[in-house]
């Protein structure tokens, strides 16, 4: 418990410690043996302003703002009209378990925030900067970029950066929720927020501290509760237009009735402050925002960042997943496993030629290549460095070098034109060349119009993407979709492997939005689609879609920003775990906001009537509050 909340169990005791008493000399009548009714008033006083002078003192300072319908001021006027009508030991009790009841939700609301506040430890309180051979220990948000950090054993990495000297292992789990320590070493980037194992390590910095990965994190945590649920929305609407209505109501019952059945004015008193007392809306303000925090903080714990409680809610109603291929299905990592000279039929190649055919190919694609930072046209070059060295790359002058979108790369050599690309790029140059059938990403290569071969490169299935998709549809997604911008045959293969339902191949990159677009037109309005893709490539398909999660992120900052969500690893098996994290908080906050209703709603008329105590109406109050933060409570179990 913090200060606040020790002081107020204090008051609390202190006015139990009081009122017991109290209850049972008033049940036994000799309350009413004192000489004078104004002696058991100021006794009852005592516990009542213990317990209850915050509420009061907050009241009249939101009655002075102009902020007068709130359950301070239900509280209020309740107790007051209970001591006007003389049931002074019913004010008490009132107040004491209405602050009882307030005291259980700032401790469960704590215990709520704990989940995610826990995130809060990965910031750094120092770096250890290295000046002229001397170490210096200074603010993270101090350290320029490019400066040279030295991290000890089991420190906090303080900034994003490149390992320039040291080997050792990284517990990743406050940003991941894995336990499996990530090895670094020389040449190997490093991000904010993970503890040091036990090596040491040089580091150069790559960002400043406000652009660094922990930092992202730490603003995204804090703005997660700004972002509503329309159910959280609702609710605060509710309270805005329920609470003045119910004190008008109360007001009009402690009035009319006595008036036109001419009838006792402290009956009808006491049965209002009855029904301001079940009115007081605690139990919907507080259990539903924090139904949504503790499914926030559960999806935390399983290391996935959810940017507000909206996300929450529509990952609820998802029904149809988009997945992009590369990086987010497989891993991204190409490599050369085939390098096919084109056929001459006529003139048949011995071994020799077939090999030097292919050294050709090869070292012409790498040459052209060498000036793209795509994942597979950096596959080219290696595969190529590995075969000849760097040496024979360097050889082949390219100029006029230009990246076509979507279909490949050209330039010059010798002062005639090199192309190294799809087949589509083949038939719009009008090179003729037959296409390769078989698995795999393809890439051809033609000089002087005329077609030397393709280069085969395979990607590979992500570990656990099969189980991913399998646990997906297990938890009601009806339809999975991939989009790809690889050829038929590589995508197709993929997708058999995995399951999917429905896969678009050949993409350009702007065509995988009017993909989504086509997907969300015949999805009905409560069917909500996800883009899983990996949140740099494929922002704008991630913005357009109900749901983006962004893939692959841990230390993209483009992830970070694009998507809703957003996982710290590549595990995707994990959509499928915030999916039913999502659901479960739906149904509680549902379950809360049915109950609460209901049994109010049961107790106001009951009260109206005549038929309800203040105690039933202390029940309504607090007990319909407390079991609804119970409720709420169990979205914090994963």
Not at 332 to 355: M, Q, R, S, Y
Not at 588 to 599: D, H
């Amino acid at each position: 418990m913090n200060k606040r909340q020790k002081r107020d169990l204090y008051r609390i005791i202190a006015a139990a410690v009081l009122f017991v008493p109290l209850f049972v000399v008033e049940h036994l009548g000799l309350l009413e043996l004192l000489p004078y009714p104004w002696i058991a008033l100021l006794i009852c006083l005592v516990p009542y302003l213990i317990v209850g002078y915050d509420v009061i003192k907050e009241a009249a300072h939101n009655i002075k703002n102009g902020q007068i319908f709130d359950e301070n001021f239900l509280m209020m006027i309740a107790t007051f009209g209970a001591f006007v009508i003389g049931e002074y030991i019913e004010a008490v009790a009132v107040m004491l378990f209405y602050q009882i009841g307030e005291l259980f939700q700032s401790y469960a609301v704590g215990k709520s925030r704990e989940s995610i506040t826990a995130l809060m430890d990965i910031c750094p309180e120092y770096a250890n900067v290295e000046v002229d051979g001397e170490l210096e220990e200074v603010d993270p948000d101090d350290v320029e970029i490019g400066s040279i950090i030295v991290i000890k054993p089991g420190e906090k990495v303080p900034l994003d950066g490149v390992v320039i000297e040291g080997e050792s292992f990284l517990d990743t789990s406050a940003l991941t929720g894995e336990s499996v320590p990530r090895k670094v070493s020389v040449g190997k980037d490093i991000i904010s927020g993970c503890i040091n194992g036990n090596g040491t390590l040089r580091v150069k910095t790559t960002k400043e501290f406000d652009d660094s990965t922990v930092a992202k994190i730490l603003e995204l945590v804090e703005n997660a509760t700004n972002k509503k649920a329309k159910v959280e929305n609702f609710i605060t609407r509710f309270a805005k237009y329920y609470t003045p209505f119910v004190t008008i109501s109360a007001v009009l019952l402690a009035v009319i009735p006595p008036i036109l059945l001419q009838d006792n004015w402290f009956i009808w008193l006491e049965r209002a402050c009855t029904f301001l007392v079940v009115s007081c809306p605690c139990a919907l303000v507080i259990s539903v925002p924090m139904g949504f925090f503790g499914g926030i903080g559960a999806a935390s714990k399983e290391g996935v960042l959810v940017k507000g409680s909206n996300y929450l809610e529509l990952l609820s109603e998802m029904d149809t997943i988009v997945f992009d291929k590369t990086g987010t299905l497989t891993n991204g990592v190409f490599e050369v496993t085939a390098v096919v000279p084109a056929v001459d039929e006529k003139n048949v190649k011995t071994e020799l030629e077939a090999a030097m055919a292919e050294c050709e190919v090869l070292g012409l694609a790498a040459a052209l290549e060498r000036f793209s930072t795509h994942p597979i046209a950096e596959s080219i070059v290696i595969a190529h460095e590995r075969r000849q060295g760097d040496l024979a790359i360097a050889e082949v002058k390219m100029t006029d070098v230009e990246e076509i979108a979507g279909h490949g790369i050209s330039g010059k050599f010798s002062g005639k034109a090199v192309y190294a690309g799809n087949y589509k790029l083949m038939k719009q140059m009008q090179i003729p060349c037959e296409e390769y059938n078989g698995a795999g990403t393809v890439v051809y290569v033609a000089y002087d119009n005329t077609y030397l071969g393709c280069i085969i490169i395979s990607d590979t299935i992500k570990q656990g993407a099969k189980e991913a998709i399998a646990d997906l549809k297990k938890a009601g997604v009806s339809k999975t979709v991939m989009l790809t911008g690889d050829r038929k045959e590589a995508a197709l293969a993929v997708a058999k492997a995995l399951g999917i339902d429905e896969v678009q191949y050949e993409l350009l990159p702007g065509d995988k939005v009017d993909e989504v677009e086509k997907l969300l037109s015949v999805a009905g309005r409560k069917k909500r689609l996800a883009f899983v893709g990996d949140g740099i490539n494929d922002a704008p398909v991630l913005a357009r879609a109900d749901i983006g999660f962004a893939m692959g992120s841990l230390g993209s900052d483009a992830a970070i920003e694009a998507a809703d969500i957003v996982i710290m690893d590549d595990d995707i098996r994990k959509i499928a775990h915030v999916m039913k994290i999502s659901r479960k908080t739906m149904a509680i906050v549902k379950e809360n906001i049915v109950f609460a209703l209901g049994v109010k709603g049961m107790v106001l008329i009951l009260g109206a009537i005549g038929m309800a105590s203040m105690w039933a109406a202390v029940f309504a109050d607090v007990g319909v509050a407390v079991i609804a933060i119970l409720n709420s409570m169990r979205t914090l179990r994963k």
